[in-house]
Each structure stands twice: as C-alpha cells, then as structure tokens.
C-alpha cells in the first residue's frame, strides 16, 4: 500500500491472529486508515488453503472481522463481534492480493453495523461481509487477565490519530 493518503493502523497486539506480527499462524494484516474506512491488501497463501489452490472461508471472515476491529480505531469505541456474515460471491486464489475496505455503515447506541468489500487487484470483488459489534467497555475484558493490555490498545491510537489530524 503505497497511497500517499493513507495512515499506518498499529496491530491491536503483537500475538493477533489478524494483525500481529509475532503470531507465526497469522494473517499479518498490515492495515491502514483511509477517512473514515480502513483498508488492508492480503495474500492468501498455503497456509490459508481451503480446495486446492483456494482460500478458506474461515481465512477470509477472520481477515474481515480482524479488519473490522480496525474501525474501532475510528469510531474511538471498545466493541466486540456479535454477528459476522460473509459472502463469498468468488473463489478467491492464493497468492493473489486483495484489498479489504471496511467502515461503519450505521450505529444505534451500542450496536455498530459494519460493512467490508475484498476486491482483487484485477477488480473483480470476490467477498463482502457484515457485522454487528457491540460496544463495551475494559470490564469485559476483565476476568480473562487482559485488562491491561485492551485499555492500552484503546489509548495508544487515539493519541496516533490525534498526532495525524
Ligand atoms: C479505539 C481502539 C479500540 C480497540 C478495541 C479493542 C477490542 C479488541 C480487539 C481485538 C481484536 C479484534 C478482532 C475482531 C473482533 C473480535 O473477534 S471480538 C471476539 C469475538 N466476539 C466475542 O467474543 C463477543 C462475545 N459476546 C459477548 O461477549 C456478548 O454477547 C456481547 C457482544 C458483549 C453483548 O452482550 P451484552 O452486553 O449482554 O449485550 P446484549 O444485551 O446481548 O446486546 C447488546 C445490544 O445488541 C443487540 N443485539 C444483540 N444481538 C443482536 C443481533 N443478532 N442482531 C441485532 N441486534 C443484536 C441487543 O438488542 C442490544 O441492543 P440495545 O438494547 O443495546 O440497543
């Protein structure tokens, strides 16, 4: 992603399945802020193999749910996934870069509806996805020890946005 116009995202913890770039079973998401959306290119490779030479649906809906906790950096909330729907509308190849657009379509209260688009480089989109997350606060983090680590998550961006605006 070489667009003048985009602001690098940091990853949500360095063991994310999504974005951690110290997480060996990973997708490496390297995301990126673009207005409102956030925008990340990912490659499937063999290790995201569903049929022979495809990606797995279950690679594809985690990349989109990891690229939509990346929308929290926008919207400034701490929210989890409730629901997450994907189609698949094509198969999608290894080895071939898609892009992922992802943003808030709407809020009432605690619920965000989020929306994704993964459109190869060759134009052609080949998943869309949806999602309800609900916002909530550090406390659900609480009683799995992780406190701590979300409520720094939730300040550093903020204090990176802030840099940039
Ligand atoms: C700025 C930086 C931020 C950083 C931020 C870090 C966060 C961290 C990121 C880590 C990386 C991310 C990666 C990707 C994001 C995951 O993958 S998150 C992991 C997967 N998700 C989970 O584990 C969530 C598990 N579920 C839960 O804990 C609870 O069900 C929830 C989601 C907290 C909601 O429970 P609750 O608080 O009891 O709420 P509940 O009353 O059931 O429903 C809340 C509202 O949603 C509505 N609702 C519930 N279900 C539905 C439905 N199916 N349809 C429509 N409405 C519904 C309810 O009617 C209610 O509406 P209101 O009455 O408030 O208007």
New binding site residues.
């Given amino acids: 992603m070489a667009d003048s116009t985009l602001t690098s995202l940091p990853p949500?913890?360095p063991q994310?399945?999504?974005?951690g770039p110290d997480n060996p079973a990973g997708l490496h998401l390297a995301v990126s802020r673009d207005g409102d959306s956030v925008v990340t290119d990912v490659t499937f490779d063999k290790r995201h193999r569903g049929a022979p030479g495809l990606a797995h649906g279950g690679a594809i809906s985690a990349a989109c749910?990891?690229l939509?906790?990346f929308v929290?950096?926008v919207?400034?909330?701490?929210?989890?996934?409730?629901?997450l729907t994907v189609d698949y509308l094509a198969p999608v190849p290894l080895g071939q870069p898609h892009r992922i657009t992802a943003g808030l379509q709407r809020r009432?209260?605690?619920?965000l509806h989020l929306e994704a688009t993964g459109t190869g480089h060759d134009g052609i989109t080949r998943f869309t996805a949806e999602a309800?997350?609900?916002v909530?606060d550090h406390h659900?983090?609480a009683p799995h020890g992780l406190e701590a680590d979300?409520q720094a998550?939730?300040t550093r961006?903020?204090r990176r946005d802030r840099k940039d605006r």
């Fill in positions: 949500h913890h994310c399945l999504g974005c749910d990891d939509f906790g929290l950096y919207v400034e909330e701490m929210a989890v996934t409730r629901r009432h209260g605690r619920r309800l997350f609900v909530v659900h983090f979300v998550m939730f961006p903020q």
